[in-house]
């Protein structure tokens, strides 16, 4: 069964961290376009960081940038989203996708419903005092 499982979220404090995991099952990430978009609670969801496999250049939304990195394990056919210092406002599912085509990591996190090949079913974070 071809599937991306997400893990890792929860509840953490502001100023916390949490990494999240991807891991995909019938096939490999190694040569993937990745990213990780998320949902807050009556929200468009949005497209968080993104990998190019085509440069291996990362995008990623202005709200994260400075605290969210984006790595891939390749042995364990798995990426990962470590957050640093949560704010409320990151609240919301995380999601992580796949795309077999070829993509620029631009490109990838603007495709936030559709465009992509996989799709996880999200885990959810909440940050909170």
């Known amino acids: 069964q071809l599937q991306l499982v997400e893990s890792g979220g929860g509840l953490v404090q502001p100023g916390g961290s949490l990494r999240l995991s991807c891991a995909a099952s019938g096939f490999t990430l190694e040569d993937k376009a990745i990213g990780w978009f998320r949902q807050a609670p009556g929200k468009e969801r949005e497209g968080g960081i993104c990998?190019?496999?085509?440069?291996?250049?990362?995008h990623y939304t202005d709200s994260v940038k400075g605290r969210f990195t984006i790595s891939r394990d390749n042995a364990k056919n798995t990426v990962y989203l470590q957050m640093n210092s949560l704010k409320p406002e990151d609240t919301a599912v995380y999601y992580c996708?796949?795309?077999?085509?070829?993509?620029?990591?631009?490109?990838?996190?603007?495709?936030?419903?559709?465009?992509?090949?996989?799709w996880g079913k999200g885990t959810l974070v909440t940050v909170s005092s």
């Open positions: 990998i190019s496999n085509i440069d291996g250049s990362t």
């Open positions: 996708a796949a795309a077999v085509g070829l993509y620029y990591s631009d490109y990838v996190c603007s495709r936030t419903y559709y465009g992509l090949d996989y």
